[in-house]
C-alpha cells in the first residue's frame, strides 16, 4: 500500500518534475556567471549555485524514481460506503465534538491544501483506524498524546 497514489498526487508530482527541470535551465547559467568570476576555490557565488544544482538534481532523480514505482489509484471507482484509499472522510471527535475532514491518501501526497481536507497517509495511525471503515462507526486512535475516539460522520 506504500506505492499508492491518487491521481491528483500524481499530477501535482509532475508539476514538481517540471518545476525542477524549468529551474535546471536557470540555473545552469547562474553557475556559468558565477565560474566567469575568477578563482572556484574563493567563489561563494559559485558554491552556491553548485549546491542549488546538487539540490535540484537529487529532488528531481528521487522524484522521478519514485513516480516509476507508484501506482495510480482512481478512487472515483471505488465504493463509498466505506472509507478507502482516496477518499474524503468527516469524523467527529468525540473528547471535544470537533469535527475534522481528512482525505486518506499515500505517503507521497501528505502536504498543506487549500481545501479543509487535511492529507492523512493510510499508513499513519488515523489513517489505518479510518480504512474500511462505515458512518456511523467509532474508531479508537493511539496516539503519542493518548488515546482519541472518532465518530465517522461522511464518506465522499
Known sequence: MANYITKDGMQRLRRRVQELIDARAEI???????????????NAEYHAAREKQRDIENEYNNLSKRMGILIVIDHDNLSKDTARFGARVCMQNLDNNENIYLQLVGGDEVFKSDDDYERTSI?????????GKKVGDIIEVKAPKGTFRFKIISIK
Open 28 to 42: 545552469i547559467k547562474q553557475v556559468v556567471v558565477a565560474r566567469e568570476m575568477g578563482d572556484l576555490s574563493e
Open 123 to 131: 499508513l499513519s495511525p488515523r489513517g489505518k483506524a479510518v480504512i
